[in-house]
């Protein structure tokens, strides 16, 4: 019973091309995240979604374009992938007005 | 720009002892503050917080302690067991629900 989960935990793929990464949670949270962590370890927050309206969109390229069906789901949907997309991408989420987030696994995403 | 900073890439602490891990931050704006542990090919694990009106909060084996006017928390692992190796990443927020992270300190707990 993961409580965060994402899908898939690698992903190999060519420049150019369009991938996506799925997103569960079953913690009832209503506030989910995506941050991206970097060669230099560096997590950073990309996207946050409550209730399923974005709240943050920390200055990413919009290339990078999240969606939530519900809830209790965040994907992330990259076009034209580039070799510095290649990162570990987190999916987060969190209680209502609470700060104290809750991980994924994470997803290692490399670009040829 | 980096608001929240550890300035220790790695710690070796032998077993039964402290382990003390430090991150010093810029935004006095901060009012939430977290600790997580990151095991390889792992997500970080929440481990502990504390709020800017305390200046130490405790959870068993695990302390951490806010120094506000020096821009400073430290946390504080005791006894340490093997099991304590890993990445440790300190985190803040100043409300909105986004956390900002140092880059880790990755703790070797030796036998």
């Known amino acids: 019973d993961t409580a965060v989960s994402q899908t898939p935990k690698y992903l190999v793929t060519q420049m150019g091309n369009d991938k996506s990464i799925k997103c569960e949670q079953n913690?009832?949270?209503?506030?989910m995240y995506w941050y991206k962590q970097d060669s230099k370890k560096f997590l950073k927050i990309m996207f946050s979604y409550n209730n399923k309206e974005l709240i943050i969109n920390e200055t990413v390229p919009n290339r990078f374009s999240p969606k939530s069906p519900d809830k209790a789901h965040l994907n992330l949907h990259i076009n034209s992938l580039e070799l510095g997309d290649s990162a570990v991408y987190f999916c987060a989420s969190s209680p209502p007005g609470s700060d104290t987030q809750y991980f994924g696994p994470g997803t290692r995403l490399t670009v040829l | 720009d980096q608001q929240v900073k550890q300035n220790s890439p790695s710690l070796s602490v032998q077993e039964g002892r402290i382990s003390i891990l430090n991150c010093d931050y810029t935004?006095?704006?901060?009012?939430?503050f977290l600790w997580y542990k990151k095991y390889p090919a792992e997500g970080p694990t929440f481990l502990i917080s504390i709020s800017s009106i305390k200046d130490k909060n405790e959870d068993g084996r695990f302390t951490v302690f806010l120094n506000k006017s020096a821009k400073h928390l430290s946390l504080h692992i005791v006894p340490s067991q093997p099991g304590d190796s890993a990445v440790y990443f300190c985190a803040a927020s100043a409300g909105a629900q986004k956390l900002v992270f140092g880059q880790g300190t990755r703790l070797t707990i030796n036998p």
């Open positions: 935004n006095s704006m901060f009012d939430y």
């Open positions: 913690l009832g949270h209503d506030t």
